[in-house]
């Protein structure tokens, strides 16, 4: 295989990002090979992954879809099926493995990510909440071993773009931009009768159903601060959310000398990703042009930290540091399902993530299994407040 050609292993090929990630490396099958898939329940759609970009392996959550998977191709193609998350882990540490898109969801992500990167692998990173984990040990690791952390995020990757050809002691700030979901112009009382279908009913981009819930509640946001801080070696004053709803301007970087920097696009992940990929090139992705004449006013405004109290509590836990954020990232997980589960209304995800920092006891994130200690003592915390939250 040409030296030329960037091997990857897509963790979550299933998911939105998965999806556009592939259809990515299929408009350029000169740059990209895909070597390994890892997904979770939809078999379907994995196996017509498969069929289409013949990987070498294939990781899977259950044993009884890596057998059905491996019925399914018994004849001349026959790749390796592995499942749980020991296979999910081998297809992301393979030799024949140079890059990994982790867009795999929520704190499942982790592992696979955190292994990659100790056996040197290059990441595109999609999942923000390894960063907001265990951001600390995940960038010593990085730089130990040499390896590269490229954002898919709409945002890092806008940042990470108006970031190059400048000097870095040069920069001011950063600015995060925010759609502001589909509840903006809510008042709290309103917030109370919001339905799952409604949260995840986002105005401007196609998301899996957490990130579209934590979107709706600014947690989405709050999370990239965090993980901006770890990516781009800030401290949280650095830092700035506006809410922009036409999604236009993805994020901005202000220069000591008041220069502002910013990237623009339509509101398509294939944008991040081919970047994150092709860096530094940008490469044709098939997508129409930006047309700011059809799409007039870019408007901007502070978020409101009283209706969007899941905001305010992400940045008060990067603040303080340590374990907080990822009992933050754990509470909020645990508590999102709890809503799209109707066990909770929308505005009690806030009050449960808060009762559970409220009594933990932070400590330094200084391995791996600090950062899974945190994350499970998050979630049995936060699961076993659900009864005192009433709905």
Partial sequence: MSENINTIALLGSTGSIGVSALEVI???????????????????????QMSAFRPLAVAVLEEKSAEQLRRRFSGDY???????????????????VRTVISAMSGSAGLLPTFEAISNGKQIALANKETMVMAGPLIMETAERMGVSIRPIDSEHSAIFQSLQGHARQDLKRIVLTASGGPFRDMSPAQMGDVTPEQALDHPNWRMGRKISIDSATLMNKGLEAIEAMWLFGLKTGQIDILIHPQSIIHSMVEYKDGST????????????????LSYPRHLDNGLESLKLEEIGALTFEKPDMGRFRCLKLALDAAEAGGSMPAVLNGANEVAVAAFLENKIGFPDISDLIEKTLDVHDPFPIDTIERVTTADTWARETAEGLIGDIEH
């Fill in 261 to 276: 920097i910013a990237q623009l696009g339509v509101p398509d992940m294939k944008i991040p990703i081919s970047y994150a």
């Fill in 26 to 48: 299929a408009s350029n099958p000169e740059h990209y090979r895909v070597v390994s898939l890892s997904a979770g329940r939809n078999i379907d759609l994995l196996a017509a």
């Fill in 78 to 96: 026959r790749p390796s099926v592995l499942w749980g998350m020991p296979g999910i882990i081998e297809v992301a540490t393979m030799a024949e």
